[in-house]
């Protein structure tokens, strides 16, 4: 748990498919950048699909917090199109050739309702648990009953 301006908490860091099942997730302190855990999220994402024939996603939406030219680089040389708005005080020194297609980052909405769907459950939107150890976990157990509803929802 850390302490940021609103008090301690956590973030969610997740990466979801376009149907809003999150195969990767980290939770760190309050306090802790998005832009510093792009990396291991977006490698969790593509390590969990190594069984399909496209392993990488074409594109990837991010918020402005995102918008930091080394998360820019890297996407690119993963080969991933990076669809993240610049942040109003970059407008003045960014690449004016860098396009924003808004009708894929309208699609990061399916992230905001999956972090909102964590958040319905008790133990994550309060936490409880006051060692990280323990609150790990609570997403995983939450993602792994999604995963079962999705599995079994279609079976009599």
Do not use: N
Not at 90 to 116: L, S
Request: contains cysteine; proline residues 5%; aromatic residues 8%.
């Amino acid at each position: 748990m850390g302490r940021s301006r609103g008090g301690f908490g956590s973030k969610f860091h997740l990466v979801t498919d376009g149907k809003g099942t999150p195969p990767a997730i980290e939770v760190t302190a309050g306090q802790v950048h998005e832009s510093t855990r792009l990396e291991s999220v977006v490698a969790t994402f593509i390590a969990s699909r190594k069984h399909r024939r496209r392993r990488k996603p074409r594109k990837l939406a991010g918020d402005k917090g995102y918008s930091v030219p080394r998360i820019r680089d890297w996407l690119k040389a993963q080969g991933i199109e990076p669809v993240i708005p610049h942040r109003d005080d970059e407008h003045a020194r960014h690449d004016p050739e860098i396009r924003f297609d808004k009708a894929t980052y309208r699609q990061r909405a399916v992230i905001e309702q999956c972090v909102g769907w964590l958040k319905e459950y008790r133990c994550i939107g309060t936490r409880f648990e006051k060692l990280a150890v323990h609150f790990h976990g609570m997403p995983q157990l939450a993602m792994i009953r999604r995963y079962l509803k999705l599995l079994f929802s279609d079976r009599a």
